[in-house]
Each structure stands twice: as C-alpha cells, then as structure tokens.
Nanobody
Framework: VQLVESGGGLVQAGGSLRLSCAASGLAFSSYAMGWFRQAPGKEREFVATITRSTGSTYYADSVKGRFTISRDNVKNTVYLQMNSLKPEDTAVYYC???????????????????WGQGTQVTVSS
C-alpha cells in the first residue's frame, strides 16, 4: 500500500494550497480517508476525514470553514483544499486511510490503517 502526498510548500498567511494524496495497492473506495498534521514538538492531530462513498466529511474546529476535503474514487485520490492559511497551520500533513469509519478516524489516530510519508506546509506571517 502506498499513499503519496503532494502539493505542500511555502505560502504567505491568507494564501491557499491544495494537497493531493494518490493511493495505490488498496481498494480505495473501501477506505475512509483523511488528513492529519504534526507540528514540531506536538502530537499528530486530526484535520479532516471523509467517508468511503457518501462523501460525508468531518473537520477539526481549527480548520472548519477554511479547509475542504474531497475524494475521487476513480482516480484513487483524496484532496485537501486549504484556504485562508494561518501560521499556526504550519506542519507536516499526512494522508491517512482507515477501514474504520471516518468518524472513528477523526476521534482517534489509532483507527488509521495506513499513513503516507507526509508533506511539509509552511505558512509565513
């Protein structure tokens, strides 16, 4: 199984980035997908998750209204559109796949089955 993130980089506060995660080696439509992030010295935290087929989504309060998660079950790809970025959004962003529900993944990282390698997002003030 491979989850390969792309789209990270350096952006000014108020700017936008779109992360992509291409999945291979798994039945993509059978997995809830999500994004998590980890800042230096902090634990990995939930950002957003999306259900297998209905497209229901869950967001951390800190990103609600600014970030949008979506998925394409034909391209086996999950996206994270990040708008109105803030310096506190700076972190390594990880793609995640889980056989459990999107809601369970949102509640606890132990419900993540597979992780990507991460992509750095840096927001300058």
């Amino acid at each position: 199984v491979q989850l390969v993130e792309s789209g990270g980089g350096l952006v000014q506060a108020g700017g936008s980035l779109r992360l992509s995660c291409a999945a291979s080696g798994l039945a993509f439509s059978s997995y809830a997908m999500g994004w998590f992030r980890q800042a230096p010295g902090k634990e990995r935290e939930f950002v957003a998750t999306i259900t297998r087929s209905t497209g229901s989504t869950y967001y951390a309060d800190s990103v609600k209204g600014r970030f949008t998660i979506s998925r394409d079950n034909v391209k086996n790809t999950v996206y994270l559109q990040m708008n109105s970025l803030k310096p506190e959004d700076t972190a390594v962003y990880y793609c995640a796949a889980g056989l459990s529900s999107a809601q369970a993944m949102a509640a606890n990282v132990r419900f993540v089955t597979y992780w990507g390698q991460g992509t750095q997002v840096t927001v300058s003030s």
